[in-house]
T-cell receptor, first 110, second 118 residues
């Protein structure tokens, strides 16, 4: 089993709709969680950190479920510009590497 | 510069030649990562540095690949006797020390080196 897994998609989303997807991690000792966005032929860029209590940044909401070992990202009122690949990343502890999932592709269509 | 810098941005090389890719991380970042990304694929982990040591090099695909880091700064990824399957974008990322006040260990990526082996 991979350390960090994501549904590769694509998720085809009508403009204005809500889309949500998860990222599961295998190590219960994981401590830090992040969502990155990667546009075609560009480097990944941090979208948001994921905090234990859940957090929101505009139309984006991230949540952590430690019991079931997954994080989620919800995008409300999807825009065409939200089309991208969304990567989750997990860090176990100090001195450990940040591990990325394979990414979930989201396509927002008019 | 404020970000992670990689050079060259593009490299075309002949099969069998050696190539060196360079990464300048953000100043003060102790962790440095190398990833490979083939067209349309996800990030493939290659190697992770903490300071100048590499506690995890499990992703290096063969002994043709090696990497080093000096002065807790610049890192070079060397590919010897390049093959066509080595063609990909090689991404470098760095992150600050774990456990600072903000607990931020997110990685910041460079723009990558696009390697084409012909």
């Amino acid at each position: 089993r991979k350390e960090v897994e994501q549904d590769p998609g694509p998720f085809n989303v009508p403009e204005g709709a809500t889309v949500a997807f998860n990222c599961t991690y295998s190590n219960s000792a994981s401590q830090s969680f992040f969502w990155y966005r990667q546009d075609c032929r560009k480097e990944p860029k941090l979208l948001m950190s994921v905090y234990s209590s859940g957090n929101e940044d505009g139309r984006f909401t991230a949540q952590l479920n430690r019991a079931s070992q997954y994080i989620s990202l919800l995008i409300r009122d999807s825009k065409l510009s939200d089309s991208a690949t969304y990567l989750c990343a997990v860090n176990k502890a100090a001195g450990n590497k940040l591990t990325f999932g394979g990414g979930t592709r989201v396509l927002v269509k008019p | 510069g404020a970000g992670v810098s990689q050079s060259p941005s593009n490299k075309v090389t002949e099969k069998g030649k050696d190539v060196e890719l360079r990464c300048d991380p953000i100043s003060g970042h102790t962790a440095l990562y190398w990833y490979r990304q083939r067209l349309g694929q996800g990030l493939e982990f290659l190697i992770y540095f903490q300071g100048n040591s590499a506690p995890d090099k499990s992703g290096l695909p063969s002994d043709r690949f090696s990497a080093e880091r000096t002065g807790e700064s610049v890192s070079t990824l060397t590919i010897q006797r390049t093959q066509q399957e080595d063609s990909a974008v090689y991404l470098c990322a760095s992150s600050p020390p774990f456990g600072d006040t903000s607990m931020n260990t997110e990685a910041f990526f460079g723009q990558g080196t696009r390697l084409t082996v012909v």
